[in-house]
């Protein structure tokens, strides 16, 4: 009912930025979208939360991630971003976008995020 198609993943260097994308779309228009947000997990991890934000357009980050990430949507709520930046060899991880809609919970494929040099 709701599919997630995550981009932007990539190698980049220590101190580097990028910025995830994740287009959601609906089989029927009265799926209403609640939360968008990012996890994530690293080899040998759970996955854990990154940053969400409400459909009143209220954010909450990960201690590890604050002032570093910014979540944001377009003007349509289809889609979310996450703008990493100064990123940190330990922010190398799979990213999962997440909606969390009327009709249930919905995960993206993931996208590869490895910082290193």
């Known amino acids: 009912q709701v599919q997630l198609v995550e981009s932007g993943g990539d190698w980049v260097q220590p101190g580097g930025s990028l910025r995830l994308s994740c287009a959601a779309s609906r089989s029927a228009k009265n799926i209403n979208f609640y939360t968008m947000g990012w996890y994530r997990q690293a080899p040998g991890k759970q996955r854990e939360f990154v940053a969400i934000?409400?459909?009143?357009?209220?954010?909450n980050y990960a201690n590890s991630v604050k002032g570093r990430f910014t979540i944001s949507t377009d003007n349509t709520r289809n889609t979310v971003y996450l703008q990493m930046n100064s990123l940190k060899p330990e922010d190398t991880a799979v990213y999962y976008c997440?909606?969390?809609?009327?009709?249930?919970?919905?995960w993206g494929q993931g996208t590869q995020v490895t910082v290193s040099s």
């Open positions: 997440n909606v969390g809609a009327s009709t249930d919970s919905y």
């Open positions: 934000i409400t459909d009143s357009g209220n954010t």
